[in-house]
Every structure is written in C-alpha cells, then in structure tokens.
DNA sequence: ATTAAAATTTAGACAAATCTAAAAATATTT
DNA sequence: AAATATTTTTAGATTTGTCTAAATTTTAAT
C-alpha cells in the first residue's frame, strides 16, 4: 500500500497522540495538525475506509494494527533521517526537525534500510528517541524525567521530551546534550524548580517545566 | 520562492528539452511529462504568471533566466543525491535515479550546501553528468559520443546520455563503467555497428544507437 | 489557395485536501 | 432534566493538478 504525505502525516499525529492518551480525538489532533475539526473529520472517513484506523462518528478514534505499522515506518525514517542530518551532516539537533518531516516521506524501502546501514543501526536518535526497526520493533530503555530523580545521584541524560526549537535551544545554553552527566543538588518547593549539577560546570537552576523534559538513565 | 513539487518538475523537464533543442512545444514536453497536451498548456500559464516562463500560446516556449536558475538548483540537487545513493549508500547505478526524483524536491538550502560538502563537493553525478554548483555553474568536460572517436584510439568513458534502466543495465551487461578505457576497433558501414576493446576484455559490438550514448574524453 | 492534418488551447469536469458556516451529537452546568 | 456549552460532523465552496472532448490555430499537402 502506498500512502499520500498528507495521510502519513495524520497517521504520525494520531501514533503519537494515542502514545500519551490511548485513544484521539477530533479537536487535539487538529490542534497537532494545525488544521480544522472539519479538514480532520474528512480525512477520518478516508484512514478509516482504507482500514488504518478504528473510528465511529463522534466517539474518538485510534490506529488499527496496520495504521500502528504504517506510522512506526514513518517514525522510523523521521529518525533515521534526524541522525543522518546530525551525525553526517553536522546539523545541530535542534534544526533537524523541520527537514526530516520532508524525509519521512520518500518512500523507497530499499533506501531506508540502506541509510539504516550506512548509519550503523542506530537505535535511539539525536534528541534520544528510540528508531524503531524493519520490522516496528522499538528498543526500550529505563528513564524518568529529572523531577522524579532523587537528590546527589548523577544519572545520564537519554532523551527530550519536548523538541521545539525553543526548548532545544534552551538546553544549548544550559550545555545539556544526550549523554550529559547530571545530578540534583536541591528542589525548590515554590514553584518547582531544581538546582543541578553539570559535570565541569557551575550548578544552575531550571524551572520545573524544563526538568519534566529532561530524560535521564541511572549511570548503573 | 517555493514551487510544488509539480511546478519543480515540469521546469526541470522544460529545461532538459529546451537544452537539446533551444525552443519546447507542448506535445514534446507531455510525452516528457508523461502527461496530456492539455494538462502541460494549464501549466504553462501559471509558470508564466510567475514569471519562470517566456510564452505565447501556439508559439512554444523557453525558461526564463529566473526558470533557469530554478532547474539548475533542482538538477544539482537530482545529481548531488544521486551521488550520495551510489557512493555512500552503494546503491547500483541504475537504481538511484528514481529515489533522486523524490530527493531533488526536499527544499532546505542548507541541507543541499552540508550534502555537496559531506559528498566532497563531487562535479560530476554516477552518470557522468555535470553537477551544478551553488551558484547555477556547470563544469564543462570536452566530450564526443563513440561513433565520433578515430580508430585505435584509447578513450575513458566520461557520461552516458540515455540513462533509462535498460541502457544503464546493458552498460552494466557489456563491463562499460564511467573511468572505463575503451578503443574503437573498427566501424562497421552496413549498419554503424562498432566493434570496440575494453581493456582486459575481448572484443565486442556495440550497435550504433548504444554508441551514440557512450561519451568519452581523450586521455591527454 | 483550399483542404487536410497536426498541434495547441479552451471549456468543463473530477479527485484530493483543505476551508467556512451551519447543523447535529455529546457533555456539562445549573 | 432542561438549558447551555463544547465537540464533532455535514454541506457546500475553493485550490491544485489533472483529465476528456471540442474548438481553434498553425502547418503541411494537394
């Protein structure tokens, strides 16, 4: 089966909403979209008559096992891609988002398992997301985001959770990237905050909003 | 300014036609397109409004000199993927020519810049064809297609000018590469056949047609 | 120079993906 | 449970790129 840019980009939307929240509905994925309801609801009937999706009329809606395969593809390329910008091409990682959302729709198999070689299998991307394999399998790993990590313990930063430009930036200045030691000095009760610890650096403070994005992995 | 990936196609086929023979007519552009006379003639008005096209109805038509800034910006990123497929992805030559079709239309500029430096800033794609630098320029190669070259004379392949599937897959059946030495043993009148020698082979015939599309640069 | 043939354009239709505005269904509040 | 608000869907329009069939213009042939 072949699908349009526009059908696969519904069906990566509704994959990551119904990651957070089980099933979707009509309004949050327009909002994912930047769309209206009614421009959603029409290409609903169309993902649902193509059979990628299990939807009723006002009752929410969620992939079917083929719209699940069909999505972890596009996943897959998306980061496949975000790690050939960044490690071949020397992107920074906070500006490759823009351009794999054009990459993920080529649509040569032969050319993704390729570049997969080439790139040495990876298994998670620049912001620490996992790849999903040939055959949709996603590598799991053991994280929590910075909020939840008790005090003094260094852990290892695996992931970001929120990947907008602005928040990657942010970390830029903090000097935080994947694989950064971090540990927490002290939590602010006011508003949230935390003090940390960079390895080499002076502590500093980020708001608790920044920390709930920050995934990290016990070192052991 | 941006164009469709429609618009990016028919300029870079317009440009392609008008290169071999200065002025392009509707019906030699559809059958390029692989699309109606009708559908090429709705085109042409809207390339025109945009100014990317010198045109009047029932007279043909050409690029104009912004048109051809953009078909050279589309060819260069064509050849610089195609590049990329066969040298890093290890793709067979014959095989990249439609993945390069989807690539060329990905828009990024500074993606095209970091890729012709990661691929060594190639100038000539696994064809043989000129690549164009950032600025439009082509490097320029002093060649003559077989049925040019005189007898005896050693010459080095240097492009191939029919590059459907089949011409590149019966170069690949003969041993004929881009680099290869080739020397014309003999012309055969009846029917323009050649009889030629590639080094460490034995001798063998090429129909006048292949010939014509095999072009060679002297050694010295 | 007419006529016939070929090339090109117009007119009108269609599919895909979107939109606005209005209607219908569901959820929430009093 | 009735009234109100929110969410979702429908109806109908729009844009882009395409098509067929008919009309027009140009070219070639008698």
Same mark, same amino acid.
């Given at each position: 089966?072949?699908?349009? $840019?526009? %059908? *696969?980009?519904?069906?990566? =939307?509704?994959?990551? #909403?119904? @990651?957070?929240?089980?099933?979707?509905?009509? !309004?949050?994925?327009?909002?994912?979209?930047?769309?209206?309801?009614?421009?959603?609801?029409?290409?609903?009937?169309?993902?649902?008559?193509?059979?990628?999706?299990?939807?009723?009329?006002?009752?929410?809606?969620k992939l079917s096992e083929t719209g699940k395969k069909v999505a972890l593809q596009v996943v897959r390329k998306?980061?496949?891609?975000?790690?050939?910008?960044?490690?071949?091409?020397?992107?920074?990682?906070?500006?490759?988002?823009? $351009?794999? %959302? *054009?990459?993920?729709?080529? =649509?040569?198999?032969? #050319?993704? @398992?390729?570049?997969?070689?080439?790139?040495? !299998?990876?298994?998670?991307?620049?912001?620490?997301?996992?790849?999903?394999?040939?055959?949709?399998?996603?590598?799991?790993?053991?994280?929590?985001?910075?909020?939840?990590?008790?005090?003094?313990?260094?852990?290892?930063?695996?992931?970001?959770?929120?990947?907008?430009?602005?928040?990657?930036?942010?970390?830029?200045?903090?000097?935080?990237?994947?694989?950064?030691?971090?540990?927490?000095?002290?939590?602010?009760?006011?508003?949230?905050?935390?003090?940390?610890?960079?390895?080499?650096?002076?502590?500093?403070?980020?708001?608790?909003?920044?920390?709930?994005?920050?995934?990290?992995?016990?070192?052991?």
């Amino acid at each position: 089966m072949n699908f349009t $840019i526009s %059908e *696969e980009n519904y069906i990566k =939307s509704i994959y990551h #909403l119904q @990651q957070q929240s089980g099933i979707v509905n009509t !309004n949050s994925l327009a909002a994912q979209m930047q769309t209206r309801a009614a421009s959603v609801t029409d290409m609903l009937k169309k993902l649902k008559n193509k059979k990628l999706l299990q939807y009723e009329r006002y009752k929410g809606f969620k992939l079917s096992e083929t719209g699940k395969k069909v999505a972890l593809q596009v996943v897959r390329k998306h980061r496949l891609w975000e790690f050939f910008l960044v490690e071949k091409l020397k992107f920074d990682w906070d500006k490759v988002h823009a $351009i794999a %959302e *054009e990459l993920e729709h080529i =649509s040569s198999d032969e #050319l993704v @398992q390729r570049l997969d070689n080439f790139l040495g !299998n990876p298994s998670f991307d620049p912001h620490g997301d996992p790849i999903p394999d040939k055959n949709g399998r996603i590598p799991t790993i053991n994280q929590q985001n910075l909020t939840n990590i008790p005090l003094k313990k260094t852990v290892t930063v695996s992931s970001v959770g929120n990947q907008a430009p602005q928040m990657l930036e942010m970390l830029k200045h903090y000097n935080i990237a994947l694989g950064t030691q971090v540990s927490v000095l002290n939590k602010f009760e006011f508003d949230g905050s935390l003090q940390i610890k960079i390895l080499k650096q002076n502590p500093c403070i980020i708001s608790e909003q920044v920390a709930k994005n920050i995934f990290v992995h016990y070192a052991e």
